[in-house]
């Protein structure tokens, strides 16, 4: 790559945020590499993607609160000024690079209102919020996985807004090759963060035995702490703890039923993953998930003691026509580098006539 490119995703080592660093990594090392800032858990990638160059860096709680990116400062000294500076979900406080890319990778510190949490969580949510509207102008571009998260960004500098999801290689994998794996009699659940709403999950499950089958297990994905005493003292519950994605996409391939009725969601693609391999799933009617099934097959329902509507979609009705692959992702975002760059040039040649 003739440009120096630096992505910053020092503060992403699981889930969404990690995903994204592996697939950037990896098709970005097909094309002659960039230099990564990563968290010392990532340094796994130094071997896997050798074309790249790896800055790890280790943050205490009190650095990022006081002293946040001064990282940055050092490695600049030493390539000098990136011809572009990418910052996954990091406050920009000052300009980095030529370009400057902002990516919301997180929703909740800018739309936290009425979504349940606690009060550490809500707290550290609520300072990320400002720290990130307040150095927005910094930003070249302002991107985000989701329509609805780019709307939550508010129209001040809508100019420079710029739609990234995630890649969906696994759900395109899936419907390509038209094979569906033997089911177990099990609904799945994903994630228990408070604004997941496990309490309704439960609901939706519990009404899905009384109208499918008794036999019916309830199984929960995600970090034991903070699941609610009634269900984890069901005999009909089974919880799983953290899984790799792997076992997850397992999970997920061998599910009668997927439920999500999380409250607020940065993209559609926790959705995806279940719509795509459960054979009937019920997701919660937000801004991401309608995206998603834009123009496919769906229908809301209503189920006893949860509110609002969910939505309810079946497998063999959905299509993968609003999907990408990690690699169309990153092509998208290297065209919109390469047009940056350019306007960037412009400028300079103005301001020296």
Not at 20 to 37: M, P, T, W
Request: hydrophobic share 35%; net charge positive.
């Amino acid at each position: 790559m003739a440009n120096y490119l630096l992505f910053n995703f020092s503060v992403s080592y699981s889930g969404g945020g990690y995903k994204r660093l592996f697939e950037y990594s990896k098709v970005i090392n097909s094309q002659g590499g960039a230099h990564f800032i990563i968290h010392s858990n990532c340094q796994s990638l130094i071997k896997t993607f050798p074309n790249n160059h790896y800055h790890v860096v280790k943050q205490s709680f009190f650095e990022r609160i006081f002293e946040d990116c001064k990282y940055l400062k050092p490695i600049i000294e030493n390539l000098g000024v990136p011809d572009f500076y990418y910052s996954y979900g990091i406050p920009i406080y000052s300009k980095i690079g030529v370009v400057n890319w902002f990516h919301l990778s997180n929703v909740l510190p800018l739309a936290s209102k009425g979504i349940s949490s606690n009060l550490l969580s809500y707290l550290k949510a609520k300072e990320l919020g400002r720290r990130i509207r307040k150095n927005l102008f910094n930003a070249s571009v302002i991107s985000a996985e989701s329509e609805f998260s780019l709307g939550v960004l508010g129209p001040q500098y809508m100019q420079r807004h710029f739609l990234s999801v995630n890649g969906a290689d696994d759900e395109i994998k899936v419907l390509a090759n038209n094979k569906v794996c033997e089911k177990s009699n099990i609904a799945v659940v994903v994630g228990t963060y408070k604004y997941k709403s496990l309490v309704d999950s439960y609901q939706v499950f519990n009404e899905l035995r009384k109208t499918t089958n008794n036999d019916l297990k309830l199984v929960i994905i995600g970090p034991t702490k903070g699941i609610p005493a009634n269900l984890t003292g069901d005999g009909n519950v089974i919880i799983r703890g953290l899984l790799s994605r792997e076992k997850v996409i397992e999970c997920l391939q061998t599910a009668r039923f997927y439920i999500s009725t999380t409250q607020i969601e940065n993209s559609y693609n926790a959705a995806s993953e279940g719509i795509f391999f459960a054979n009937e799933s019920y997701i919660s009617n937000i801004g991401p998930h309608q995206e998603l099934l834009a123009k496919m097959p769906h229908s809301l329902v209503s189920i006893p003691n949860v509110e609002p509507l969910l939505i309810k979609v079946k497998r063999d009705q959905v299509n993968g026509d609003n999907l990408l692959t990690w690699t169309q992702v990153v092509e998208q975002m290297m065209t919109k580098i390469k047009t940056s760059l350019a306007n960037e040039k412009c400028k300079g040649k103005e301001n020296n006539v």
